[in-house]
């Protein structure tokens, strides 16, 4: 048996709001969900699994319409989904409203159940939220029920006040489904994964975003073979937030740094979302402009902490006696990072006056 297991789609989120590129993110997760859905369709999946929060918030049931849809172009895969704490069933919720397709089974209740699907010899277990918060260890109370065939958990959490669980709980299943941690992360090597989420969805989901692809094979039910099972993450996301570290020395000017800027960005991808670092020594009368920077590609932040490169010893032995010389002493024998700071900005505000 082959399946896909995703988690964490959030239809309906527009990420990095406020920035040029905000609105076209939102039509790129709905295109990205179209891209697994046609992979389990090419690749003849025979089980899609979706560890919660599909949704980025309650579903209206004009999109729960279009997912149907979408789902009812792989008639031959079982879809098996579970309401995240983003898209919490409430009692009137739309996903609770709409006739799902034949291939389409769905969690419904907060109470733990099990689905059987008898084609695939598989038993599926799981829940929905009903609250955006649960702080019940609810997933510690659900175990295989020893019965012929391959047993999955769907599980979404895994912190605190997002129903608390350890790697304990796949004690006994061939495979748990995890979802809510947006960067994938393998638990239990082959059996237990977050899968991430689909798209990038803040600036701090570094790294490739996909789905895990995974094949199940043996049983008892097949002439007495042990159960082996494959799995390996597929990256998937149509852009990504790449950090891009820029060193500065005393030589470098304003568009300098926009030239090295610029060319990083062509050779990375347009089309990423970059997070710049200045680091490194720049000549004291120079202070860099942001605003110009933001305006060569899809920059979402930008973080200078690039420092005046003063030649300390020449300017204590100048400084002798003055403010600024005995503020440099105060610093002698303090290594640390947070005081080197202190000395170059304490520095660079009793200069000032002289440059």
């Known amino acids: 048996m082959r399946f896909i297991h995703i988690a964490d789609v959030h239809l309906g989120a527009v990420p990095d709001s406020g920035c040029p590129w905000s609105a076209s993110r939102e039509k790129e997760i709905w295109e990205t969900f179209q891209k697994v859905v046609g992979l389990v369709k090419k690749e ?20 729960l319409r279009e997912i149907n849809y979408l789902f009812s172009e792989i008639p031959e895969t079982q879809v098996v989904w579970m309401a995240g704490n983003h898209d919490y069933m409430k009692e009137d919720s739309a996903y609770r409203k709409i006739q799902w397709g034949e291939n389409v089974h769905g969690f419904f ?18 829940l929905s939220y009903e609250q955006r918060e649960i702080t019940e260890r609810l997933y510690d109370s659900i175990r295989p029920n020893g019965k012929p065939g391959y047993h999955i958990l769907l599980a ?24 809510h941690i947006h960067k994938p992360q393998v638990i ?6 977050y899968a991430g989420s689909l798209e990038p969805l803040e600036k701090n989901d570094v790294g490739p975003r996909g789905l895990i692809y995974g094949q199940i094979t043996g049983g008892e039910w097949a002439g007495g073979v042990s159960v082996k099972i494959q799995t390996g993450f597929v990256p998937i996301a149509s852009r990504a937030y790449l950090p891009l570290e820029i060193t500065i020395h005393s030589a470098t000017t304003q568009l300098g740094l926009e030239q090295k ?21 720049r000549n004291p009368d120079m202070e ?20 005046p490169c003063y030649d300390l010893d020449k300017l204590k032995k100048q400084q002798e006696g003055t403010l600024i010389g005995e503020y440099i002493r105060s610093f002698d024998g303090k290594e640390g990072a947070v005081e080197q700071k202190a000395l170059y900005y304490g520095l660079q505000a009793l200069m000032e006056p002289e440059l």
């Open 188 to 193: 239990i090597p082959d059996r237990m994964a």
């Open 261 to 281: 800027i610029g060319e990083a960005i062509e050779q990375k991808g347009r089309k990423n979302i970059y997070l710049i670092h200045l680091k490194g020594f």
């Open 156 to 179: 979404h959490g895994g912190d605190e006040k997002h129903i608390p669980f350890g790697k304990e709980i796949a004690g006994g299943f061939t495979y748990v489904a995890l979802g």
């Open 288 to 307: 860099f402009e942001k605003e110009p920077l933001y305006r060569l590609g899809n920059v979402v932040e930008i973080k200078d902490d690039t420092r």
């Open 44 to 63: 003849k999946i025979d089980l899609l699994l979706i560890a919660g929060d599909l949704f980025h918030r309650q579903p209206l049931l004009r999109q």
């Open 109 to 126: 209740s907060g109470q733990p159940e099990i689905l059987y699907l008898s084609r695939l010899h598989t038993w599926v277990y799981g």
